[in-house]
């Protein structure tokens, strides 16, 4: 299998061909993932893929059919595969075994941590073209979750600190900025115990693999089924757990449209 993306990514990738391998009993040739000690290789080492072959890519796959065809084969993985259909009837070893890793000091029951990508979600002063169902997200989404209730401690984790809704978060909350590494910060949202989700595949596995008893999941983006519907077949994510009440979903204002990542956007989205 071939990795595609970041952490995020790489996680559902590695419990896609795991769950195929072990189920038809395969050989699995995967890369480690640095922080997840039993993300291995399985059985013999797998040479360069030969005739009888199957390739699969996008998001979407009929892993059914996959798992029930018992024959021979090589299959090659080179998409994301992020539908949580595919993980759910195997959380409990993926959870305990697959991605077992340590985690930061689990977090107090009344303390919220917020997660709040920044970095590649703009093109602010930068040439580069961002993801257009990769959306941020406004100011009153996040005060609408902080006045829910008295929090004893808000943490904001973040890839970029010096972000202006970062400082907002911090200023407004009075609340504490992580900003480590990749692994330190999915650790800390991993032992949270209420956590806010960005559009983001990163912070998802973060909050599914914990132990929190609240995930707050914003329907936008990637993570907006209506939206979602709207690609092609293949390339449909789908990512909202629906067999845990710790999951609620909150539809913020003003992430209808395709994401620009524009100046006028975050300001927009501050102002909000």
């Given at each position: 299998?071939?990795?595609?993306g970041?952490?995020?990514?790489?996680?559902?990738?590695?419990?896609?061909?795991?769950?195929?391998?072990?189920?038809?009993?395969?050989?699995?040739?995967?890369?480690?993932?640095?922080?997840?000690?039993?993300?291995?290789?399985?059985?013999?080492?797998?040479?360069?893929?030969?005739?009888?072959?199957?390739?699969?890519?996008?998001?979407?796959?009929?892993?059914?059919?996959?798992l029930?065809?018992?024959?021979?084969?090589?299959?090659?993985?080179?998409?994301?595969?992020?539908?949580?259909?595919?993980?759910r009837?195997?959380?409990?070893?993926?959870?305990?075994?697959?991605?077992?890793?340590?985690a930061?000091?689990?977090?107090?029951?009344?303390?919220?941590?917020i997660?709040?990508?920044?970095?590649?979600?703009?093109?602010?002063?930068?040439?580069?073209?961002?993801?257009?169902?990769?959306?941020a997200?406004?100011?009153?989404?996040?005060?609408s979750i902080?006045?829910?209730?008295?929090?004893?401690?808000?943490?904001?984790?973040?890839?970029?600190?010096?972000?202006p809704?970062?400082?907002?978060l911090?200023?407004d909350?009075?609340?504490e900025?992580?900003?480590?590494s990749?692994?330190?910060?999915?650790?800390?949202m991993?032992?949270?115990?209420?956590?806010?989700?960005?559009?983001?595949t990163?912070?998802?596995?973060?909050?599914?693999?914990?132990?929190?008893?609240?995930?707050?999941?914003?329907?936008?983006?990637?993570f907006?089924?209506?939206?979602?519907?709207?690609?092609?077949?293949?390339?449909?994510?789908?990512?909202?757990?629906?067999?845990?009440?710790?999951?609620?979903?909150?539809?913020?204002?003003?992430?209808?449209?395709?994401?620009t990542?524009?100046?006028?956007?975050?300001?927009?989205l501050?102002?909000s």
């Open positions: 299998m071939t990795y595609r970041r952490l995020g990514n790489n996680l559902s990738e590695y419990c896609v061909g795991r769950i195929i391998a072990e189920h038809l009993g395969f050989n699995l040739r995967a890369a480690p993932i640095p922080g997840f000690p039993n993300v291995k290789s399985l059985g013999v080492p797998v040479g360069e893929p030969i005739d009888p072959c199957q390739r699969f890519d996008g998001h979407r796959i009929d892993l059914a059919r996959i029930s065809d018992r024959s021979p084969r090589h299959i090659v993985l080179s998409g994301f595969f992020q539908r949580y259909e595919y993980f009837p195997y959380k409990t070893v993926i959870r305990d075994g697959w991605l077992a890793g340590d930061a000091e689990a977090a107090g029951l009344d303390e919220l941590t997660h709040v990508r920044a970095g590649d979600t703009w093109r602010i002063g930068t040439q580069r073209a961002v993801h257009t169902e990769y959306h997200l406004p100011f009153s989404f996040y005060r902080v006045r829910s209730r008295r929090w004893s401690r808000v943490t904001v984790v973040t890839d970029d600190p010096s972000d809704m970062v400082r907002k911090a200023d909350t009075s609340g900025v992580q900003s480590g990749v692994l330190d910060d999915f650790n800390v991993r032992a949270s115990a209420n956590l806010v989700l960005s559009v983001s990163y912070a998802w596995w973060a909050g599914w693999l914990s132990n929190a008893r609240q995930i707050f999941f914003p329907v936008a983006g990637i907006d089924e209506e939206r979602v519907r709207l690609k092609n077949a293949a390339w449909q994510q789908n990512l909202w757990v629906d067999d845990e009440p710790r999951y609620q979903a909150i539809r913020p204002k003003g992430v209808e449209g395709p994401w990542g524009s100046e006028d956007d975050r300001q927009r501050l102002n």
